[in-house]
């Protein structure tokens, strides 16, 4: 099973026999690819290989040498676990050779992995959690058409399985809602799925008439007539809004021995079992295809990113009484000076300021409608493309799109958060739009970093300093209007903290953040009056942590007291406790969080529940104090 | 705006004028409850008012004095912000005074509040956060239809703005896969969301299109026009399968300053648009409803739950390598006993085990297909109906349901969830199939239990204790096979530990579990080949945390190594930190969790590549014992 030396170049203008021919190359190395790593997806890779041999050969505008040619067509492997196949394409396109699709597959420090990651040149975005690869390609649709002003096309190979997701509903109602033109899905319905036939098995009428419904062209296809095919793909070019491509396919199509046959997801084939496929398939091939290359176009209006001039902030006046999604709203205008900022909303951006970006920017916000996944999709495709998204809604909704925002983390996105309404602060709503989970849901994101200001001054600080981090940046802010505590000016470096009262004699240390941080100075000034003097710690950056001031307070007041709007776990209280810890500080520790469940209520009646006000915060300091 | 004196009675055999007085009086109590309480939604009230009339007056089989009737038919109102009207119903049913709704409605310490919640007696399910609704009501009409053998109906009231939702969609396509003819879905189409017009405004072909592409019927009526609404009611009453009801309404209907008026979403009105609002709608009234009453059936086969016997667990040979996912799926064969346990897949049966219980028990094992969500809101239902759900997915996958796991929590519902293939510990798939998060997640949930066992044993016991647990537990199980530690019939209590290896010279406590227990097992051995004694805990209770055994560990060793195969924030890590915190013991601390981006390879490679090896844990351990 080595590779031929004899290597035959296919044309964009190659015929449909050797269009053939590199199908059968992309399935004989994806059989091999999995053999070899002795793990892999060979049949899911099979049923898909005509579908792609098409497509590479005669509609992907790319050339595998400039991967960043911004005028180049975007293919995303919603299946991610078809792997063999795409490693396959980027042999058959001379992009890899067969020593590394053959000897790195699956394999330690290798980049050739079980699914495909942006650590590979020509990905995009990471895929493997089924339904997300069709919602980024919306994104990078978007991003495209409106943002970059260019005429590329996306395309987005999806199986059948994954369309019991309701991600990709959401995603293909964008795609329709926004006419995209330049998205195309191809799904292949090879009618098995990982423990047994799909809920729609080869039903190709109802995919399509879903498509239809939502807004988007459907095209049946024998997804094996490489013909038709080509046909459904040319019919793509005439720029009559989305296309999903309805494949009917054959899992393991062309290995007799596998074809659509139950049990063969996910298994490589054995080694005497891979050779009578190779066989079976017509052998090693060494074909190179040079598909159509992009377009050679002057640099569109959208891709031009300026550097921008440092705008002034909104003003704030100490002592006022200003919600930090108000000032975040009034931030994000600021940076919308910068060309490659935009900013999505799920239909709550009046709620949670993003809104005030639209007057100043229509042009770069995004209306998701309740649609928290496709948002952080939009917000990935728009990233991958350059530009520097804020996706905005209440921090509660955003563990709706966990799974996307973890997936991002893989593509190494740098995109920005924002969650508002957190915690029992919000007041008579109840539960269900208290965000009371966000900071462990967000600490945990790799890379991440999490701000949690507490006035208006630091939020839109603390706002415009995301435009600049790596990674996903997450902004959890308040519903409530509480006091300005800064003047204009007043740097934020992210992974600080402000001491905002502190004395020789102080015996305790109180630590919140949000609406916390105001109850721990209302508890100071009470203590003091008590003759307790007490450190407030304002912790505005939660991951990374100010590890010194932290550790110094806990050394010179010897208790400290974490108050937070937020679950005991995973929050405020654990990243002190973890900082501290690595400092080998120990002091007396009393950490006040929401435990029960709330209820309705004010804001001052729910934080006195929750055993999180400012009385709370005093009982917990006189005791670690011994007073 | 007080309340009449005379109160009139309409029975099922109301006519139509009486409906239609009816839903009045369910606006003005909408209006007059929001604007005595000062927030709430009266406009997303008044569009529904019409369909709720008819609905109770005519066609919901309830009793509202024995909400727990099991043949009583069930509403589930998703757009959960129209408590006002959903609370109006509750008065014109009885169930609730005046008196209740104007005084105590988003009031704290009562039970209206603004979102409704089973503190209810009246409500299944908590709502609120958008598109979660229409899934509940899937479960319950699933459970109802296949598990109990009842003929009751669910009905939804759907709001048009969360039909953006892919939530939504991956429910009604189960909705249509199960032909679920007990379930209908009244969405109202008011046109107007919280920032304004929703993507397909008054579009109601569009949604029918989308319903029945999903394999349900659609009914499109004005919503207005009560007849019709009745009609279309009826109707459902054929049994042929299930319905959607698209409704086009108008929001703030019947009040002139309101209706079909942009801003007021979410508003209460002033109070003197309230007195206007109220007589326009023909003053208050006192009307008394009394519906159609559920049949009286004998207890059906389902609903019998007989105690079970203790049957036998599954033996796992200590030394042998077995996979905790392989004896999970043993353990829920052996659960199958008890009549109350479901079993929930998302087409990956096969790897998490849960496929074991399908032999034996295929009337209460559900394949939810790749719908992580729809599998969450399906359990929420059964557990709603007094099963005893095990919903399983990858760990990473369940944070696709995240929010369905958050809203479950503000349910109180008693379940059990399953996440396989934790950590880097799974190989070559790579970081999109790794579970990294999952404990973060779930220790942050309301009343959640988190498990984590090492050996099969220790899985098959906690997966039996699962199924007597309140709220929400979660057994986090590994990929591979690693060695049995204990003996058939070991107790593990949930909150404990074990202690594998102790001595009066330990100077080190690894803390671990899973994979990583079986590092720390070996590191100990290691560190005793140099003369250095450690502790070892297997930490399969993380929360709750056995806080006393880490207090004596680290109180006699002195020092503690955390190794855990997930990221650093909200996990094994953290929790023994607060546990250690909450009994004052300040032991020298390492902490060695996943900081990086993984790819593929073996379990060794990525153990090691990731810092959580047996080799780091002697490293870190000798570094706090200071050898």
């Given at each position: 099973m080595t590779a031929s030396p004899t290597?035959?170049?296919?044309?964009?203008d190659s015929d449909i026999d050797q269009v053939f021919e590199l199908a059968q190359q992309l399935r004989v190395d994806s059989v091999r690819a999995s053999t070899a790593a002795g793990?892999?997806?060979?049949?899911?890779?099979?049923?898909?290989?005509?579908?792609?041999?098409?497509?590479?050969?005669?509609?992907?505008?790319?050339?595998?040498?400039?991967?960043?040619d911004p005028a180049a067509d975007h293919l995303v492997f919603?299946?991610?676990?078809?792997?063999?196949?795409?490693?396959?394409?980027?042999?058959?396109?001379?992009?890899?050779?067969?020593?590394?699709l053959m000897t790195t597959y699956r394999r330690f420090g290798h980049r050739l992995q079980g699914h495909p990651t942006p650590v590979l040149p020509w990905v995009d975005v990471a895929t493997g959690s089924l339904g997300q690869g069709v919602a980024y390609g919306v994104g990078?649709?978007?991003?495209?058409?409106?943002?970059?002003k260019r005429d590329y096309r996306v395309w987005v190979l999806c199986g059948d399985s994954e369309m019991t997701e309701g991600s990709v509903w959401e995603a293909l109602d964008k795609a329709g809602h926004h006419r995209l033109a330049n998205f195309t899905v191809l799904v292949d319905v090879n009618r098995l799925g990982?423990?047994?036939?799909?809920?729609?098995?080869?039903?190709?009428?109802?995919?399509?008439?879903?498509?239809?419904?939502?807004?988007?062209?459907?095209?049946?296809?024998?997804?094996?007539?490489?013909?038709?095919?080509d046909r459904a793909l040319t019919t793509v070019a005439d720029g009559q809004g989305p296309t999903v491509v309805v494949a009917r396919t054959v899992k393991g199509r062309g290995v007799a021995e596998v074809a659509d046959k139950n049990g063969w997801h996910g298994k490589p084939l054995p080694d005497d079992m891979a050779e009578r496929a190779v066989a079976e398939l017509g052998g090693v091939r060494d074909l190179r295809v040079r598909g159509p290359r992009p377009p050679a176009t002057p640099p569109a209006d959208g891709s031009e990113v300026r550097a921008a001039e440092p705008a002034a902030l909104p003003h704030f006046e100490v002592g006022d009484e200003v919600a930090t999604r108000v000032a975040f709203g009034g931030a994000l205008v600021t940076l919308g000076d910068r060309p490659e900022v935009v900013?999505?909303?799920?239909?709550?951006?009046?709620?949670?300021?993003?809104?005030?970006?639209?007057?100043?920017?229509?042009?770069?916000?995004?209306?998701?409608?309740?649609?928290?996944?496709?948002?952080?999709?939009?917000?990935?495709?728009?990233?991958?493309?350059?530009?520097?998204?804020?996706?905005?809604?209440?921090?509660?909704?955003l563990t709706r799109a966990h799974d996307f925002i973890r997936m991002a983390a893989v593509s190494q996105v740098d995109m920005a958060l924002c969650g508002t309404h957190c915690g029992v602060e919000i007041g008579a709503d109840g539960p269900s739009q208290m965000g009371l989970e966000d900071l462990a849901m967000m600490r945990a994101v790799l890379g991440s970093t999490v701000l949690y200001p507490s006035d208006a001054t630091s939020?839109?600080?603390l706002t415009v300093a995301m435009a600049d981090l790596d990674g996903i940046s997450y902004l959890r802010t308040t519903r409530g209007a509480h006091p300005v505590l800064y003047p204009d000016g007043e740097a934020f470096?992210?992974?600080?903290?402000?001491?905002?009262?502190?004395?020789?004699?102080?015996?305790?240390?109180?630590?919140?953040?949000?609406?916390?941080?105001?109850?721990?100075?209302?508890?100071?000034?009470?203590?003091?009056?008590?003759?307790?003097?007490?450190?407030?710690?304002?912790?505005?950056?939660?991951?990374?942590?100010?590890?010194?001031?932290l550790a110094r307070a806990a050394r010179e007041t010897g208790a400290v007291v974490v108050v937070e709007d937020h679950r005991p776990q995973g929050g405020i209280g654990e990243a002190v406790l973890s900082a501290l810890a690595s400092a080998g500080q120990h002091p007396a520790f009393a950490h006040l969080a929401v435990t029960g469940l709330p209820g309705s209520g004010t804001t001052d009646e729910l934080l006195d529940a929750a055993g999180i006000s400012r009385g709370h915060v005093v009982t917990a300091a006189r005791r670690l104090a011994g007073r």
């Amino acid at each position: 099973m080595t590779a031929s030396p004899t290597t035959t170049t296919l044309g964009p203008d190659s015929d449909i026999d050797q269009v053939f021919e590199l199908a059968q190359q992309l399935r004989v190395d994806s059989v091999r690819a999995s053999t070899a790593a002795g793990s892999g997806h060979p049949t899911s890779s099979l049923s898909a290989a005509d579908l792609m041999a098409v497509l590479m050969a005669r509609h992907l505008r790319y050339d595998w040498d400039a991967p960043d040619d911004p005028a180049a067509d975007h293919l995303v492997f919603s299946k991610g676990h078809a792997s063999p196949l795409l490693y396959a394409m980027f042999k058959a396109a001379g992009a890899i050779g067969d020593e590394e699709l053959m000897t790195t597959y699956r394999r330690f420090g290798h980049r050739l992995q079980g699914h495909p990651t942006p650590v590979l040149p020509w990905v995009d975005v990471a895929t493997g959690s089924l339904g997300q690869g069709v919602a980024y390609g919306v994104g990078i649709a978007l991003a495209g058409r409106d943002l970059e002003k260019r005429d590329y096309r996306v395309w987005v190979l999806c199986g059948d399985s994954e369309m019991t997701e309701g991600s990709v509903w959401e995603a293909l109602d964008k795609a329709g809602h926004h006419r995209l033109a330049n998205f195309t899905v191809l799904v292949d319905v090879n009618r098995l799925g990982q423990c047994g036939p799909t809920e729609l098995e080869w039903d190709t009428a109802v995919y399509a008439r879903r498509a239809e419904a939502f807004g988007c062209r459907a095209l049946v296809v024998d997804g094996h007539d490489l013909e038709a095919v080509d046909r459904a793909l040319t019919t793509v070019a005439d720029g009559q809004g989305p296309t999903v491509v309805v494949a009917r396919t054959v899992k393991g199509r062309g290995v007799a021995e596998v074809a659509d046959k139950n049990g063969w997801h996910g298994k490589p084939l054995p080694d005497d079992m891979a050779e009578r496929a190779v066989a079976e398939l017509g052998g090693v091939r060494d074909l190179r295809v040079r598909g159509p290359r992009p377009p050679a176009t002057p640099p569109a209006d959208g891709s031009e990113v300026r550097a921008a001039e440092p705008a002034a902030l909104p003003h704030f006046e100490v002592g006022d009484e200003v919600a930090t999604r108000v000032a975040f709203g009034g931030a994000l205008v600021t940076l919308g000076d910068r060309p490659e900022v935009v900013v999505l909303d799920a239909e709550v951006g009046n709620s949670t300021h993003a809104e005030d970006f639209r007057a100043a920017h229509p042009d770069r916000y995004f209306q998701s409608y309740i649609a928290e996944q496709q948002m952080i999709a939009d917000a990935v495709g728009m990233a991958v493309r350059g530009f520097r998204p804020y996706a905005t809604t209440f921090a509660a909704f955003l563990t709706r799109a966990h799974d996307f925002i973890r997936m991002a983390a893989v593509s190494q996105v740098d995109m920005a958060l924002c969650g508002t309404h957190c915690g029992v602060e919000i007041g008579a709503d109840g539960p269900s739009q208290m965000g009371l989970e966000d900071l462990a849901m967000m600490r945990a994101v790799l890379g991440s970093t999490v701000l949690y200001p507490s006035d208006a001054t630091s939020a839109a600080a603390l706002t415009v300093a995301m435009a600049d981090l790596d990674g996903i940046s997450y902004l959890r802010t308040t519903r409530g209007a509480h006091p300005v505590l800064y003047p204009d000016g007043e740097a934020f470096p992210v992974g600080g903290a402000k001491v905002l009262r502190h004395g020789e004699h102080d015996r305790v240390t109180l630590v919140g953040a949000g609406v916390t941080l105001h109850e721990c100075l209302a508890a100071a000034e009470r203590l003091a009056d008590d003759g307790l003097h007490a450190r407030v710690v304002d912790l505005y950056s939660v991951k990374p942590v100010d590890t010194d001031v932290l550790a110094r307070a806990a050394r010179e007041t010897g208790a400290v007291v974490v108050v937070e709007d937020h679950r005991p776990q995973g929050g405020i209280g654990e990243a002190v406790l973890s900082a501290l810890a690595s400092a080998g500080q120990h002091p007396a520790f009393a950490h006040l969080a929401v435990t029960g469940l709330p209820g309705s209520g004010t804001t001052d009646e729910l934080l006195d529940a929750a055993g999180i006000s400012r009385g709370h915060v005093v009982t917990a300091a006189r005791r670690l104090a011994g007073r």
